[in-house]
C-alpha cells in the first residue's frame, strides 16, 4: 500500500494542529499581558518548568475543543482493508493518511487519540472539581469548628482512604454496579454540594441583604435544580445536561475515592490559618463563622489547593487509563485512552508503534500536570 515519508507525516500532524497552535499563540500572549493580575497563575512566566507544563496542559485542552477541526478519520471509522498499518500509510480512496496508523478495526489512530483528549478533559477536571466543592464543604466546617462534626466526618475519610484505590475503584464501576442504582444514589449526594456550597457563598456575602440574598438564592436553586435532574436523573426537561450511565458510573466513583483527600487538606489548612492575626481580626469585627470560612480561610489556601488540583487531575487521569485498559472504563468503542491502549497492545510485536499515540498522549498530559504544579508551588511560596 502506498504511504508518506516521515517528513512529510509530522509536516501533516503539524498542520492539522494549526487551531491549537494559533490558540496557544493568543493565550499566552494574553496572559503574558494580563500577568500581574492573574496572581499566582501569572507568575508562572518566572517558572520555565512551569511555563512548559502549562503549554502541554493548554495543547491537550486546545486539541480537546477543536477535535472536530483537528481529526481526518471519524473516531469509529473502520476499514477492514487498512487493519494495523503503520504510520503514514495512505487511504488510497480518500487520499488522506493515517498519521499515526490505525488499530486492529483499521480505525485512525491519531483521530481516536484527538478524540480520546475530549473524555479525558471532560471526566477528570469536573469530576475534580466536584471532589473539591464536597472537600471545601466539609472540610472548611471541620476544620474551623471542630468537635464532634470534625470527628465523624474524619473518621469516615479515614475510612475511605484505607481501601487500595484500584480496588475501590473495581468495586464502584465494577459491570454489576451500573446496573443497579448505586451510580445515581452517589451521584445524587455528591452534586447537592455544589448547590449547598453557592448558597454557602451567597448567605455568608448578603446574610443582612434580603434584597440581594432572596433573588440570589431562588435562582441558584433554580440552576441547580436543573442541572441536577439532568445529571442524576437524565431528565433534563430541555435536552441539553444529560450524561451517559457508564460515564456517571465513572464520575461518581471518582469523586467518592478523591473528596476524602481534599477534605483532610482543607481541614489542615483550616486549622492551621484560623489561628492567624486577620482571622482573629474578622471575629473581632463580629463576622459570623460562615463570612470568616469563605472569605478569610479559603482565600488565603488557595495556593496548596491550586497546586494540589494539578497533581490530582494528573491522578485521576491515570486511574482513568488505569480502569480502560482494564477494561473497567468507557464503553469498548471508546477513544479513552486507556481502552486504545488495552486494544492495541497484543499488537506490538506486529505494529510496534501501534500503542504509542495513546500512551505519549497519556504520559504527556500527565507530565503537563506535575510541571505545572511544580511551578505553582514554587510561585505560590513567593506569597
Given amino acids: 500500500m502506498e504511504s508518506i515519508s516521515t517528513l512529510e507525516i509530522w509536516q501533516v500532524f503539524f498542520t492539522r494542529l494549526w487551531p491549537v497552535w494559533l490558540a496557544l499563540a493568543i493565550t499566552f500572549a494574553a496572559a503574558y499581558q494580563w500577568r500581574v493580575r492573574l496572581g499566582v497563575i501569572g507568575r508562572i512566566f518566572d517558572s520555565p518548568i512551569g511555563l512548559v507544563g502549562l503549554f ?34 495512505l487511504n488510497t480512496a480518500q487520499g488522506i493518511p493515517y498519521i499515526f496508523g490505525t488499530d486492529t478495526l483499521g480505525r485512525d489512530l491519531f483521530s481516536r487519540m484527538i478524540y480520546g483528549s475530549q473524555i479525558v478533559l471532560l471526566i477528570a477536571p469536573a469530576a475534580s472539581l466536584v471532589a473539591y466543592v464536597v472537600g471545601i464543604t466539609l472540610g472548611l466546617p471541620a476544620g474551623y469548628i471542630g468537635g464532634k462534626f470534625d470527628t465523624v466526618l474524619s473518621f469516615l475519610a479515614n475510612l475511605v482512604l484505607a481501601f487500595p484505590v484500584i480496588l475501590l475503584f473495581y468495586l464502584l464501576v465494577a459491570p454489576g454496579i451500573r446496573e443497579t442504582i448505586l451510580p445515581n444514589i452517589m451521584a445524587g449526594v455528591f452534586f447537592i454540594f455544589p448547590i449547598l456550597f453557592a448558597m454557602m457563598i451567597i448567605y455568608s456575602r448578603f446574610a443582612e441583604r434580603p434584597r440581594v440574598l432572596i433573588p440570589s438564592s431562588i435562582l441558584i436553586l433554580i440552576i441547580g435544580a436543573w442541572l441536577y435532574s439532568g445529571l442524576v436523573f437524565n431528565a433534563d ?62 482565600p488565603n489556601a488557595r495556593g496548596p489547593l491550586i497546586v494540589d488540583s494539578c497533581l490530582r487531575i494528573g491522578y485521576v487521569t491515570i486511574l482513568l487509563g488505569t480502569l480502560g485498559f482494564f477494561g473497567l472504563g468507557m464503553e469498548p468503542e471508546s477513544p479513552d485512552w486507556g481502552s486504545m491502549i488495552n486494544q492495541t497492545r497484543s499488537y506490538i510485536r506486529l505494529v510496534p508503534t501501534i500503542v504509542l499515540p495513546p500512551t505519549l498522549a497519556l504520559a504527556s498530559f500527565v507530565l503537563g500536570l506535575n510541571l505545572l504544579a511544580d511551578g505553582l508551588r514554587e510561585q505560590s511560596l513567593k506569597d
Fill in 237 to 298: 426537561p430541555l435536552g441539553i445536561v444529560t450524561i451517559d450511565p457508564g460515564e456517571l458510573n465513572i464520575f461518581a466513583a471518582v469523586v467518592f475515592t478523591t473528596s476524602p483527600g481534599v477534605f483532610r487538606i482543607v481541614r489542615g489548612l483550616t486549622m492551621d490559618i484560623r489561628t492567624r492575626d486577620y482571622v482573629a481580626a474578622a471575629v473581632t469585627r463580629g463576622e459570623n463563622p460562615l463570612f470568616v470560612m469563605i472569605w478569610e480561610i479559603l
Fill in 56 to 89: 502541554i496542559v493548554l495543547f491537550w485542552v486546545f486539541s480537546a475543543i477543536f477535535a472536530d477541526f483537528i481529526v481526518l478519520f471519524d473516531s469509529l471509522e473502520q476499514s477492514g482493508m487498512y487493519r494495523r498499518k503503520p504510520p503514514g500509510t
